[in-house]
């Protein structure tokens, strides 16, 4: 019965496709829908870090476990569970907390700290993910040009293939809007069910020159499930990139988070973090 559904939706989404001005107005009004509700809820996020050598061998790896509960404007996470540990002259010796420098200079402690704040702790963002990343809000949307390119079953639904990139003159002028990538929307409910990332800029010839810094194959992906009617959350978020600086550093930095144990707040911790927020 359920394949005979998708077929039937798929069949919809074929014969009379909307055009993509009216695909991508539905996603960003749905995407406001979603932040509301979830306010509603509490969950659990599971984050996995690590920072390998060029010759393949683990630097720095951090393993933590947050308690969520979104506010008003943004996410409230309290830290539940914490382990690290680094390489020291071939071992790898274990630490207990967050921004933890095992030597003066630790460029792997504060990289890995900030990958942690700035791409799963976006104060801006209701999920705590990055929302520059992903431009489905209105807001978001107005950067960037978006093409339908096809209609397509994922996880046995009907889902539009749409693929986004900055508009060109705002590459200066808004250099967070860098990216570059393929969204799957639902066909019947028009929500995100999977969204991919890479770099739309190269890093500048002179930026490498002077500063020895070079990024590839920097791009990230998260998939969204439906809970409940208009409650879908991002449940998986993550990405692998190659970092080259001065120094002869390099690194391959993976950032993988999971989110589950999703139940609703009860009402007097909901109204406490409203209150926190104002």
């Not at 039937?8 to 996603?27: E, K, N």
């Not at 683990?58 to 947050?66: I, M, N, Q, T, V």
């Not at 810094?213 to 409650?231: A, N």
Request: aromatic share 12%; hydrophobic share 40%.
């Amino acid at each position: 019965m359920i394949a005979i559904l998708a077929l039937a939706a798929l069949g919809c989404a074929l014969a009379q496709p909307p055009d993509i001005g009216r695909i991508m107005y539905r996603v960003a009004a749905n995407q406001a829908a979603s932040q509301e509700t979830r306010l509603l809820y509490v969950y659990n996020q599971k984050q996995l870090l690590r920072m390998i050598r060029s010759n393949g061998k683990l630097a720095r790896e951090e393993r933590r476990e947050y308690v969520v509960a979104p506010g008003v404007h943004h996410v409230k996470k309290e830290l539940a569970t914490f382990t690290g540990k680094y390489e020291f002259k071939g071992a790898l010796v274990p630490y207990d907390r967050p921004g933890y420098h095992y030597k003066g200079l630790d460029i792997d402690g504060d990289l890995i700290d900030d990958m942690s704040k700035d791409m799963t702790d976006d104060g801006n963002s209701r999920d705590g993910i990055a929302r520059d990343m992903f431009p489905l809000t209105y807001h978001q949307q107005l950067r960037y040009y978006f093409r339908l390119v096809g209609v397509e079953t994922y996880r046995g639904r009907a889902v539009y293939r749409v693929r986004f990139q900055p508009k060109p003159h705002l590459h200066c002028e808004d250099c967070d809007t860098i990216w570059k990538g393929d969204a799957l929307i639902d066909a019947a409910e028009y929500q995100p069910v999977l969204v991919t990332t890479s770099m739309a800029l190269k890093i500048p010839l002179v930026v490498k020159t002077m500063l020895g810094t070079d990024i590839k194959g920097l791009g990230f992906s998260v998939s969204y499930q439906k809970f409940e009617d208009g409650v879908w959350f991002p449940v998986s978020y993550g990405g692998e990139f190659a970092v080259k600086g001065l120094f002869f550093y390099k690194r391959t930095i993976s950032v993988s988070l999971v989110n589950g144990d999703f139940h609703r707040a009860d009402v007097q911790s909901n109204v406490a973090y409203k209150m926190e927020d104002r």
